[in-house]
C-alpha cells in the first residue's frame, strides 16, 4: 500500500449510522477532520500548540467523491496527507478504504492558516511548510472547488436557525462539520432513505459565531446524474455565510 501522511483506521460504531446503518455525511465529516487534527498532532502541532500560538486551521472548501458510505460495524482506514502546503493555504487530501483496502471514498479540502487573535489568515511557518506538505499526488486531480449558482429566490425552501453552545469549536465559530448537519437535515426522507450519496461539495465563505442567526435555503434539482440539493446558509443581511451541495443517485 502507497505510503500516505497519516493513516488510522476505526470501526463504524452504532452512534455514527443512520435508519439505514450507514455511516451519516456528519460522522464522515468529523472521522476526516479528526484524521487531520491527529496528523497534525504527530507532527508536532496539536490543538494545544495552536491554541497557545493564537493561531488554527480553518476549513474553506470540501469536495469528496463516494462511491459508497461505510457499514455499521466495518472498520475502515483513513488516509490523509497534504497535497500543497504554502503561504496562507494548504491542500489536505483523504482516503477512505474498506476492510478489503479498496477505496470507497476519495477526498479533498483547502484549509487556511488563521492568526485567531486577529481573525485574519496568516503566513503558515516556513518549519511547518517542510513537516506538512508531502509532494504525493492529489486524491481527485485538478480539482478547482466549483460550486454550482443559486437558483431563483422563490424556489427556495427556508427556514433558521441559531448558533448555540454546542455548535461552536476551540476556534470559538460554528465546526465546519455542522453546517453539512443542517443541511442534511433538509433532504427529503424520499431522498436520504432510498438514494446513495454520491457527491458532496462544500465551501465556507464566512464564520459564524455563538447566538448568530443563520438563514437557510434549499434548493432542489432533477439532473442526467442524480438529484442535486443545494443549500445556501446566509446571515441576517442575507450575506452567503457557506454553500452545501450534494448529488444522489
Not at 167 to 189: C, F, I, Q, R
Not at 226 to 249: C, M, N, R, S
Amino acid at each position: 500500500m502507497r505510503q500516505v501522511g497519516h493513516e488510522e483506521s476505526r470501526k463504524i460504531s452504532y452512534f455514527q449510522v443512520d435508519v439505514n446503518r450507514l455511516m451519516t455525511p456528519a460522522a464522515l465529516f468529523s472521522d476526516l477532520q479528526e484524521a487531520a487534527i491527529n496528523h497534525s498532532d504527530f507532527l508536532g502541532y496539536s490543538v494545544e500548540y495552536l491554541t497557545e500560538k493564537q493561531t488554527g486551521w480553518a476549513v474553506i472548501n470540501w469536495h469528496l467523491e463516494v462511491d459508497r458510505m461505510p457499514k455499521l460495524g466495518e472498520t475502515i482506514t483513513v488516509q490523509t496527507w497534504c497535497e500543497k502546503c504554502r503561504r496562507m493555504q494548504a491542500i489536505r487530501c483523504f482516503h477512505v478504504l474498506d476492510e478489503k483496502k479498496e477505496i470507497i471514498i476519495k477526498g479533498i479540502s483547502r484549509w487556511i492558516y488563521m492568526d485567531l487573535e486577529k481573525r485574519k489568515p496568516g503566513n503558515i511557518p516556513d518549519e511547518m511548510v517542510q513537516k506538512y506538505h508531502s509532494g504525493q499526488e492529489s486524491s481527485i486531480p485538478g480539482e478547482k472547488f466549483l460550486m454550482p449558482k443559486e437558483a431563483k429566490e422563490e424556489d427556495a425552501v427556508s427556514r433558521s436557525l441559531e448558533i448555540t453552545r454546542r455548535d461552536t469549536d476551540s476556534n470559538g465559530h460554528a465546526n465546519n462539520v455542522k453546517y453539512l448537519e443542517w443541511a442534511m437535515d433538509d433532504v427529503p426522507d424520499e431522498i436520504y432513505d432510498n438514494m446513495q450519496l454520491k457527491d458532496v461539495r462544500i465551501v465556507y465563505r464566512k464564520e459564524c459565531l455563538r447566538g448568530d442567526q443563520v438563514i437557510m435555503k434549499t434548493y432542489f434539482n432533477t439532473t442526467e446524474n442524480g438529484k442535486e440539493i443545494l443549500t445556501f446558509l446566509k446571515d441576517k443581511e442575507q450575506t452567503v455565510l457557506a454553500e452545501v451541495a450534494t448529488l444522489w443517485q
